[in-house]
């Protein structure tokens, strides 16, 4: 099968998956595992392509960071019921940098900064009220935000990439790319 670049296919379908959405188009769910192989899966979003990884921000703290530090591999798929595609990645984790972190942390509205800096995300919460009145006393001071260094992002560095599409009679199109030490292989697989 003739190979291309997954990633630059990845970037046409997600451009296609941006016309007539019915789900925002980065919403996408993340599969982590704590250390002992527990798997955990959540909505995220994606946040673009950097350096060949796909990006996504988070609390260091949260359940998902804690889970990529000590393990740090992780799966994403993204579903775009109106393209009847989803594309599946799997691969390795890293952090970003603090100045990749920082750019995207004050691209954010102030509102979202704030709550970055006051929840401790995936924690109990003792209090609704006590949260809610602290990002309010937050938003009256209308004071700069700092990044926390508790919060950034990752990049999944994809090994596989399988791109998916919905076939009459179950009868779906499926090709993943594994990636190997002379580039990217294509394989069609089975429904």
Request: net charge positive; hydrophobic share 35%; aromatic share 14%.
């Amino acid at each position: 099968m003739r190979t291309v670049d997954p990633i630059k296919t990845f970037a046409e379908w997600y451009t296609e998956a941006q016309k007539d959405a019915m789900v925002h188009p980065d919403t996408v769910a993340l599969a982590t595992a704590a250390a002992n192989g527990r798997p955990s899966v959540r909505m995220v979003y994606y946040r673009g392509i950097r350096d060949g990884g796909f990006s996504f921000f988070t609390n260091y703290e949260s359940r998902k960071g804690r889970e990529l530090a000590g393990n740090p591999f992780a799966a994403m798929v993204f579903y775009w019921p109106h393209l009847g595609r989803q594309v599946r990645i799997e691969g390795s984790v890293q952090r970003l940098s603090a100045e990749e972190s920082d750019a995207y942390f004050y691209s954010r509205p102030y509102q979202s900064q704030i709550t970055a800096s006051i929840s401790a995300q995936s924690r109990s919460m003792e209090s609704e009220n006590d949260f809610a009145d602290r990002l309010a006393k937050a938003e009256q001071s209308m004071l700069p935000i700092a990044r926390p260094e508790s919060w950034g992002g990752f990049k999944l560095v994809p090994e596989a990439i399988e791109f998916w599409t919905r076939g009459e009679f179950r009868r779906h199109h499926r090709v993943v790319y594994r990636m190997s030490r002379d580039g990217w292989t294509a394989t069609r697989l089975y429904p």
